[in-house]
């Protein structure tokens, strides 16, 4: 089992900055790939950014260039930093891994929104 927990929601104008940080119970090594995805109200869920084991990182196009995906294997996290952000990245962001033995988990999702 890993549980997930998702911190650094909030309440932010368009233009700010936000960071979320995913908590992870086990060591991220034990992952092939950590992702952010988010679900917007009334919209399906949709991949914002991963990183894999090795570093690689992606991104959907609507977030390019303004978000970033790291990790620290020492904290066990995997963060997301949100800069210019916009009304309609307004949603519940959501924390994922994938295990090497193919299980994914999920955490219960931090809530973000932007004021315009």
């Known amino acids: 089992q890993v549980q997930l927990v998702e911190s650094g929601g909030g309440l932010v104008p368009a233009g700010g900055s936000l960071r979320l940080s995913c908590a992870a119970s086990?060591?991220?090594?034990?992952?092939?790939?950590m992702y952010w995805y988010r679900q917007a109200p009334g919209k399906q869920r949709e991949l914002v950014a991963s990183i894999s084991s090795g570093g690689s990182t992606n991104y959907a196009d609507s977030v390019k260039g303004r978000f970033t995906i790291s990790r620290d294997s020492a904290k066990n996290t995997v963060d997301l930093q949100m800069n210019s952000l916009k009304p309609e990245d307004t949603a519940v962001y959501y924390c994922n891994v994938l295990r090497t033995s193919g299980r994914a988990y999920w955490g219960s999702g931090t809530l973000v929104t932007v004021s315009s």
């Open positions: 086990r060591s991220i090594f034990s992952f092939n790939a």
